[in-house]
């Protein structure tokens, strides 16, 4: 489905992943929680992703920083809100910086530390998730369950920062109950976050976001409790490999 354009009809791909979300949300008892999507655009260039944008998309993932560099202009033009969805090292922040409104993938306090540093000097604000793995798989990004809330709280300590939430990559399986019970596992953490920042143990109070589920798995993302599932291929298109 082409419009005349030549680009694919992505408002109607975002209404088809919409009536996804709620058709999960009723299923599994969430109506009305509303789940966000962030199209993740890695390999498409300028032009496919701000068509997205204009068809109705608000918020754009990057992982790579180099395609964040060269896209950067064109998606804040089109009205994007844009996030970095792939591990970031630390001698890439500054683009991050540059471009970003959040980068999800937080996962150790030195990247927390140099993101901080360069807000500072650019005079700007940024909200952060962190990444918790919570599959525990070895090759995985993302800071362990067990040590993600003292990360969070370290991080929401440091100047322009500020911890909105989590963000995990589910078990890539079939297994409905193990990817499922991985989501569970950070919806419990983000619950904990915000009950003892509640009774001010930590300093937690906007960590609320839930970012998980992809195109495959959106579903079990969402009645886990996801607010912003992230979908590449359901909108895009297949990914050259
Ligand atoms: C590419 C990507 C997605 C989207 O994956 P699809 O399977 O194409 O929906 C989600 N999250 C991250 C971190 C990604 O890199």
């Known amino acids: 489905m ?23 949300e009723a299923w599994s008892g969430r109506l009305g929680s509303g789940a966000r999507v962030l199209v993740a655009t890695k390999t498409a260039d300028a032009d496919a992703a701000a ?3 204009r068809a109705g998309v608000r918020i754009v ?13 064109a998606l804040k033009g089109a009205g994007a809100q ?3 969805i792939g591990q970031l090292q630390r001698n890439k922040a500054a683009i991050a910086v ?12 030195s990247l927390a530390e140099r993101l901080s540093r360069l807000c500072v000097q650019a005079e700007r604000d940024l909200d ?3 990444q918790v793995n919570v599959s525990a798989e070895p090759t995985k990004a993302g800071v362990a369950p067990d040590e ?36 569970a596992r950070l919806t419990a953490l983000r619950d904990e976050a915000l009950v003892r ?42 990914r050259p490999r």
């Open 2 to 24: 082409t419009d005349n354009n030549g680009m694919p009809d992505y408002a109607a791909r975002l209404a088809h992943v919409k009536a996804r979300i709620h058709a999960a």
């Open 51 to 53: 068509a997205a944008v």
């Open 61 to 73: 993932g990057e992982s790579r920083m180099q395609e964040l560099e060269e896209k950067g202009e």
């Open 82 to 84: 844009i996030h970095v």
């Open 98 to 109: 540059r471009w970003a409104d959040c980068v999800q993938t937080v996962d150790s306090l």
């Open 128 to 130: 952060v998730m962190i």
């Open 148 to 183: 993600a809330l003292a990360l969070a709280s370290a991080v929401q300590d440091l100047p322009a920062l500020t911890v909105i939430g989590f963000m995990t990559i589910g078990l890539n399986s079939s297994d409905e109950s193990a990817v499922r019970a991985g989501y």
């Open 197 to 238: 920042s509640e009774r001010g143990e930590l300093p937690l109070r906007a960590a609320w976001e839930l970012s998980m589920g992809m195109s495959s798995d959106l579903e079990w993302a969402v009645a886990e409790g996801a607010t912003m599932v992230r979908v590449g291929t359901a909108i895009m298109g297949d």
